[in-house]
């Protein structure tokens, strides 16, 4: 068992370019994670990561060992879904991505429901607001906003999911209230912004229909919460799914502003690679978490 996970340690490690991450992703500590790879280089006689300050790349034995390591951890689990699937026992590590607030506030809680019910399982839960590549990343299932570019891959729409656009009473008493999408030009937006980041601009449902409008602002972040915590603390204009500022909403902390055009609200819903949801855990923690999510967006 040993060698088996040392194996799939090595796998992460070449997959993400990191030990530290490769290490993090398997539950491991940086010295843990080394300590694999090094029993790995001692059992073959070889050195198998060429380390750089800034890179960490396969030596050509560690690219033979990462190709056919791949394809034998690939056929274990196969055979563990089929076994699962004749037994009707879910078991196994599954990777499960979403965005930061989506992923804390409604997925988060999900988690230990599903493990209490089916205790064979162990769900490996990574948050980001960034654009995650399900299969470059070895992701099982991936929850996403918004509309996935990816055409290649298993779609499930959970539900429509609202957004808002908020700022403190602080703010508003200071720089006023907008009366019209063009009045947020005049005002400090918050904006979620990094490397692919579709918010460059915010897109508003008008009488006319959806309308393109530029934005900006002397405050970004890649984190969604951000954005959010700077809105409480008045420093500008946020568009946040409703889900995520209600309770700021009603006691207060928070006002919307323009509901007569509000964001065009986006879809939330769960992606998969896998052409067939043979796999039993997938299959039902699919079911589960669209079954339990399926009114919570709202």
């Given at each position: 068992m040993s060698y088996l996970e040392s194996l799939k340690v090595f796998v992460r490690v070449v997959e993400l370019g990191s030990i530290t991450a490769g290490g993090r992703d398997m539950r491991l500590s940086p010295a843990a994670a080394?300590?694999?790879?090094r029993d790995l280089e001692n059992r073959f006689g070889a050195r198998?990561?060429?380390?750089?300050?800034?890179?960490?790349?396969?030596t050509e034995i560690?690219?033979?060992?990462?190709d056919n390591a791949r394809k034998v951890l690939a056929?274990?689990?196969e055979a563990e879904a089929a076994v699962?699937?004749?037994?009707?026992?879910?078991?196994?590590?599954?990777?499960?991505?979403?965005?930061?607030?989506?992923?804390r506030r409604l997925i988060a809680p999900l988690v230990p429901r599903f493990v209490a019910e089916n205790p064979e399982v162990q769900v490996r839960?990574?948050?980001?607001?960034?654009?995650?590549?399900?299969v470059e990343d070895a992701i099982d299932l991936a929850f996403y906003l918004g509309q996935p570019e990816d055409s290649t891959l298993i779609r499930r729409k959970i539900a429509d999911c609202p957004r808002v656009l908020v700022a403190s009473p602080e703010y508003l008493a200071q720089h006023?209230?907008?009366?019209?999408?063009?009045?947020?030009?005049?005002?400090?937006?918050?904006?979620?912004?990094?490397p692919r980041s579709p918010e460059y601009y915010w897109v508003l449902q008008t009488p006319e229909g959806p309308r393109k409008l530029a934005v900006a602002g002397g405050f970004d972040s890649d984190d969604g919460e951000v954005l959010t915590d700077w809105a409480l603390a008045g420093t500008g204009i946020a568009n946040r799914p409703r889900y995520e500022v209600a309770a700021a909403l009603r006691d207060g902390r928070l006002v919307e502003i323009l509901p007569d055009t509000p964001p065009v609200a986006v879809e939330f819903g769960v992606l998969t690679p896998h052409r067939d949801l043979q796999d039993p855990k997938?299959?039902?923690?699919?079911?589960?978490?669209?079954?339990?999510?399926?009114?919570?967006?709202?």
């Open positions: 080394s300590t694999r790879i198998l990561l060429n380390r750089t300050t800034r890179t960490l790349t396969p560690g690219q033979v060992l990462y056929a274990l689990d699962a699937s004749h037994s009707g026992t879910p078991l196994g590590a599954m990777r499960v991505s979403a965005p930061l607030g989506a992923g839960l990574r948050l980001s607001d960034r654009v995650v590549n399900i006023g209230t907008p009366d019209a999408p063009e009045d947020l030009k005049r005002h400090n937006c918050l904006l979620l912004r990094f997938l299959r039902l923690f699919m079911d589960f978490a669209v079954r339990e999510l399926k009114f919570a967006m709202g």
